[in-house]
């Protein structure tokens, strides 16, 4: 079964304005945490956000914020005040800490940021 | 501060040729990884290991061997290449969970572009 599932392989957002990329994720651990990372067309990977399942408040940093709804198992990515150089993939990720620390990665969104 | 090195960038091989893709560390990461990035995949974990001398297989790891003979270094060995093993590789490192003081994510190398004809 797919752990962690990004159901937009594309989306399109004006410059200036907010977009969430959504993601669920599947597990039975207690224990996890759930990363965002950044991918621009230069191929490196970029780590944006953390949010662990224990933590009750959600995570900021900067412009994103992850939407951490526990019971529904989802974690969406908000970008803010979306820059042209947001242009780039985005794969939400999990890590159960006692499933030998595995980290299990979505299939990623394109995001396209419009002038 | 190097991070994560992947070594070499761009390779192409021929099928049944064998090589060796190397990764090393220099944040005393106990955890390593690596990961095969395709087109409308993400990424898939290869193999992994938790510490020096402890690997274990992850979703993909036909074709695909590891070893882990010290912390810094997780290299990944191709035994016979195939066209299906045209990829990006990943190898990314990161703490282990409960370190006081440290962070969970991975970091990662640059990739390394993977052709066999």
């Known amino acids: 079964a797919q752990k962690i599932t990004q159901t937009q392989p594309g989306m399109f957002v004006q410059e200036k304005e907010a977009v969430t990329l959504d993601c669920t994720y599947d597990t039975s651990d207690q224990s996890y945490g759930l990363f965002w990372y950044k991918q621009p067309s230069s191929g490196e990977m970029i780590f944006l956000i953390y949010?662990?399942?224990?933590?009750?408040q959600n995570a900021t940093e900067g412009r994103y914020s992850l939407n951490f709804q526990k019971a529904r198992k989802s974690a969406n990515l908000v970008i803010s005040a979306s820059q042209l150089g947001d242009s780039a993939m985005y794969f939400c990720a999990m890590r159960e800490v006692y499933n030998f620390n595995k980290f299990y990665f979505g299939s990623g969104t394109k995001l396209n940021v419009k002038p | 501060n190097a991070g994560v090195t992947q070594t070499p960038k761009f390779q192409v091989l021929k099928t049944g040729q064998s090589m060796t893709l190397q990764c090393a560390q220099d944040m005393n990461h106990e955890y390593m990884s690596w990961y095969r990035q395709d087109p409308g995949m993400g990424l898939r974990l290869i193999h992994y290991s938790v510490g020096a001398g402890i690997t274990d297989q992850g979703e993909v790891p036909n074709g695909y061997n590891v070893s882990r003979s010290t912390t810094e270094d997780f290299p990944l060995r191709l035994l016979s290449a195939a066209p299906s093993q045209t990829s990006v590789y990943f190898c990314a490192s990161s703490y282990r969970p409960g370190q006081p003081g440290t962070n969970t994510e991975a970091f990662f190398g640059q990739g390394t572009r993977l052709t066999v004809v």
């Open positions: 949010q662990g399942s224990y933590d009750e």
